[in-house]
């Protein structure tokens, strides 16, 4: 069965750059887009932009151009989503979705929980 | 980027009711919708897909409809375990985006 396990939650200072993963399982990891959303305490889903595991292609949301990068090593499995100039208002809880080519998400990580303070 | 609206931002109803939930797209988007449900501290739930197809496995209470600009989520008859949050989100085309989601509680 497809599994994404995230890695645990992480607490940053303003400034700083968080990594999180996204290891994959239980389909051909270079198959299918891995998309990133995240969730601020108490509001909805934001979506940050996804990567093509296979091509290394990336496509973000424009509200984080220049501050986030998607990447992945396909001999683990595993995709990454590094955020950088971490501001108070990026902790959120953020979701690696794997899609159904090109459609709906179908499958979910777990969350990592994110927090920015000083 | 396409809006997506979606209403009511929070209802409640009493268990057996029937419940809607409308979203509306700024431009046409065919059928590319979907819905998902999500419970506190968990990961949202894929529930309907290009706008009116169950997901393997989601009870028959849940369906959606429309296309275009406007679509609907409906419960048939609610259950104690419907209760969540329940977003609806495009795919027409990239960036992807989500209606604002709304609190489905209990009365």
């Known amino acids: 069965q497809v599994q994404l396990l995230q890695s645990g939650a992480e607490v940053k200072k303003p400034g700083a750059s968080v990594k999180v993963s996204c290891k994959a399982s239980?389909?051909?990891?270079?198959?299918?887009?891995m998309h990133w959303v995240r969730q601020a305490p108490g509001q909805g889903l934001e979506w940050m932009g996804w990567?093509?595991?296979?091509?290394?292609?990336?496509d973000y949301a424009q509200k984080f151009q220049g501050r986030v990068t998607m990447t992945r090593d396909t001999s683990i499995s595993t995709a990454y989503m590094e955020l950088s100039s971490l501001k108070s208002d990026d902790t959120a809880v953020y979701y690696c979705?794997?899609?159904?080519?090109?459609?709906?998400?179908?499958?979910w990580g777990q969350g990592t929980l994110v927090t920015v303070s000083s | 980027d396409i809006q997506m609206t979606q209403s009511p931002s929070a209802l409640s109803a009493s268990i057996g009711d029937r419940v809607t939930i409308t979203c509306q797209a700024s431009q046409d988007i065919s059928k590319y919708l979907n819905w998902y449900q999500q419970k506190p501290g968990k990961a949202p739930k894929l529930l309907i897909y290009?706008?009116?197809n169950l997901e393997t496995g989601v009870p028959s209470r849940f369906s959606g409809s429309g296309s275009g600009t406007d679509f609907t989520f409906t419960i048939t008859s609610l259950q104690p375990e419907d209760i969540a949050t329940y977003y609806c989100q495009h795919y027409d085309d990239l960036p992807l985006t989500f209606g604002g989601g709304t609190k489905v509680e209990i009365k």
């Open positions: 979705a794997r899609d159904l080519l090109n459609t709906a998400l179908p499958y």
């Open positions: 990567i093509n595991p296979n091509s290394g292609g990336t």
């Open positions: 239980g389909y051909t990891f270079t198959g299918y887009h």
């Open positions: 290009d706008a009116f």
